[in-house]
């Protein structure tokens, strides 16, 4: 079964400039999350999906931040224009509501963000 | 709101030793479930083991075993016959439960797990 899945793995890019990541959860999972990690931090949570709505986007900076889940499958969280302190790790995690694996999340393995 | 800390930044242990990470959380809520993940450098979070609050049984998996304090709120993880590989940040974490399905996890700050061999 293949993980989660994100790309790219690394992005460095100049402040102001627009910056998008890219998640494909784990095939069946209906729920997505994407979370940011500053460094020496544990992960918070920007914002979660149900299939294609996103029903908690409450952390979620809206002045700059966006995300979509076309088709309730890949999601793409977008940055516009990013600012010094979003450099951090943007982590995208699926789950799947089952009796047995229902709160379990899998995590991709992240995009670094470096904005200079 | 749910908090989660973890007070010891960074710990060691000889290979093949005992260690315990602690935790403790803070939470009003009474159906809840908490978690320790593994994040090794390769930054892939993976989950190493889980308790549902309402079990009075501590978890365990193989090497990793759980001691889960309800009333205390803490959540301590001890891994047996450290191994190399065992070497990354270990995370805390804490579920609460919704009418609506999965909420969000909560984590904790991370504790640095160093292997000496």
């Known amino acids: 079964e293949a993980g989660v899945v994100q790309s790219p793995r690394y992005k460095i890019i100049e402040k102001k400039q627009p910056v998008a990541f890219w998640c494909n959860p784990i095939?069946?999972?209906?729920?997505l999350y994407w979370y940011r990690q500053n460094l020496g931090q544990g992960p918070e949570l920007l914002i979660r999906?149900?299939?294609?709505?996103?029903?908690?986007d409450s952390q979620l900076p809206k002045d700059r931040f966006s995300a979509e889940r076309l088709k309730g499958v890949d999601s793409t969280l977008k940055i516009q224009p990013a600012e010094l302190g979003d450099s951090a790790v943007y982590l995208c995690?699926?789950?799947?509501?089952?009796?047995?694996?229902?709160?379990?999340?899998?995590f991709g393995p992240g995009t670094r963000l470096t904005v200079t | 709101a749910q908090t989660v800390t973890q007070s010891q930044p960074e710990m060691s242990v000889q290979e093949a030793e005992t260690v315990t990470l602690s935790c403790t959380y803070d939470?009003?809520?009474?159906?809840?479930?908490l978690f320790w993940y593994k994040q090794p450098p390769s930054r892939q979070m993976i989950l190493v083991i889980r308790?549902?609050?309402?079990?009075?049984q501590n978890a365990t998996e193989n090497r990793f075993s759980v001691n889960f304090q309800k009333a205390a709120k803490s959540f301590s993880l001890k891994i047996s016959d450290s191994q190399l590989g065992d070497a990354a940040m270990y995370f805390c974490?804490?579920?609460?439960?919704?009418?609506?399905?999965?909420?969000?996890?909560?984590f904790g700050t991370g504790t640095r797990l160093t292997i000496i061999p």
């Open positions: 095939s069946g999972h209906n729920t």
């Open positions: 939470t009003s809520e009474s159906d809840y479930y």
């Open positions: 999906y149900e299939n294609e709505e996103a029903v908690d």
């Open positions: 308790q549902e609050a309402y079990k009075q």
């Open positions: 995690a699926s789950s799947f509501g089952d009796s047995l694996k229902v709160y379990e999340q899998y």
């Open positions: 974490a804490s579920l609460l439960i919704s009418n609506f399905g999965n909420e969000k996890l909560t």
